[in-house]
DNA sequence: TGCCGTATAGTCGGATCCGGCTAATAGGAC
DNA sequence: GTCCTATTAGCCGGATCCGACTATACGGCA
């Protein structure tokens, strides 16, 4: 009785995939982890079997078989259908040009930054900066590792200039509080446990 | 008996606030508003008595007092606890720490940007990048609006920060995909319903 | 005075999500 | 041969989240 329009992701990622071949669950997420799509999509083999249901409801992907490969459990294996192909396309055009409202664990933090004081707020953003730096030095190499036209892989190109804008503002930002011109009112400052 | 580990980040504005001064639950939601927090935090009343009721289950924070005006619905006023307070710069210490894993809908969608062909993406693209720049304008015009020492709404200037950044590549690969710079394996274009 | 829109304050049912579990087979070490 | 681990495949209980709803009070206006 077609629920809740669907809005987790990973969604979108088992409808792109079945647009190319027909899969079974653990197939898709297998699939999504060789392609290092992990950094995209959040797999979580439990959030998969709910998410290809809800799909099922939505008559947006099909059961195409079941087999069974000796005592294993059963593999279903499911193909795209043609309402599922437009929703997909529908909904790319449709995430790619309105912004969604998003709240990023950072931007929660940086809210009350000031209660680090600000030799703990310029310590922690310094921690955070070689943790970003590690995470863009990883995902740049993945980037050549596969002969891979570079549409395929756009979205590490995006994740990567958010990264180093993060780390840019994170930067300059610790800097501003050690150089004063990033003024702190609260005159103490409390240290965490 | 402390579920699994509070992860809503509205739960660490409540418990920012708290450290303030005293409130019930419908004052905090109205302060966080007031102050333009909604940016940061997702506030809604439901998540929002759920919230307050795990930080009360941590022993973060504790019922001070029940009032009741009229026959208006009683108020529960809450206040921190030792506890709390050091959770909370804990808390935030961490988050500002280690970056966390995050799965922006942008980023899913640009993984599939193939489906809409290139013409469809860079419109899209385009689209996108009209609706940043106005929420760019907004966010510009919350900041000056306050007399406020600029830490208190840190947080804007780096959602700022991430919307320019967004917008930048946003703009810059509907460019290499109108000039060719970015290839398009797929030959046809798909079009949106 | 009667009525309507908005502010106050919070509840609830159900949708959604996910960590951790089961269970079988294949492959290697000894 | 048999033990151990990794891989394959999927299920489930409970935590979490949220939209939609209830209900009272208040200010203004016609």
């Known amino acids: ?8 992701t990973l969604a979108l990622a088992v409808l792109g995939l079945l647009q190319e071949r027909e899969m079974h669950p653990y197939e898709i997420a297998a699939t999504l982890r060789e392609r290092h799509k992990g950094g995209s999509f959040k797999i979580n083999s439990g959030s998969l079997y709910d998410t290809v249901e809800a799909l099922l409801g939505h008559g947006w992907i099909e059961a195409v078989e079941v087999t069974r490969d000796g005592r294993r459990p059963e593999r279903t294996v ?15 055009d449709e995430l790619v040009r309105v912004p969604a409202a998003e709240y990023p664990k950072f931007l929660a933090a940086v809210a009350y930054l000031g209660a680090l004081g600000p030799r703990g707020a310029a310590d922690a953003l310094d921690e955070r ?11 740049a190499d993945i980037l050549p590792s596969i002969g891979l036209p570079r549409l395929f892989m756009i979205e590490v190109e995006f994740a990567l200039h ?19 011109t990033l003024a702190w009112p609260g005159t103490e400052a409390a240290t965490p446990a």
Chains 1, 2 share one sequence.
Do not use: C
């Not at 900066?129 to 995902?139: C, D």
């Open 1 to 8: 009785m077609a629920k809740r329009k669907i809005s987790n």
């Open 78 to 92: 499911y193909g795209p259908t043609a309402l599922g192909q437009a929703e997909f396309v529908r909904w790319v």
């Open 129 to 139: 900066a070689g943790h970003l730096e590690a995470r863009i030095a990883e995902t």
């Open 162 to 180: 958010a990264l180093r804008a993060e780390l840019e503002w994170t930067r300059a930002t610790a800097a501003e509080i050690r150089d004063g």
